[in-house]
């Protein structure tokens, strides 16, 4: 099973990292997450760190050279 990805420089945006969210409310496998210089803002993050409360297997997760400030981190 899957247990790296790194979508790095993808563009992915808050509604890009909203449904990443959503996939890992559910996902049992990936244990680091690479999303780095993807223009992801405050709500994107929110939406990650939300699925994090039922994400289990997840150890990394990195989110440098974003858009991600104070409300993101709440």
């Known amino acids: 099973s899957l247990q790296q990805l790194d979508l790095q420089c993808n563009q992915?945006?808050?509604d890009g990292a909203t449904a990443i969210g959503e996939g890992?409310?559910?996902n049992t496998s990936i244990q680091e997450l690479s999303l780095?210089?993807?223009q992801i803002g405050d709500n994107g993050a929110a939406a990650i760190g939300g699925s994090?409360?039922?994400?289990?297997?997840?150890?990394k997760l990195y989110l440098?050279?974003?858009h991600i400030g104070?409300?993101?981190a709440a």
């Open 36 to 38: 780095n210089n993807n």
């Open 24 to 26: 890992l409310e559910h």
């Open 12 to 14: 992915i945006g808050d």
């Open 52 to 59: 994090l409360e039922r994400n289990t297997s997840l150890r």
């Open 70 to 72: 104070d409300g993101g």
């Open 64 to 66: 440098s050279n974003n």
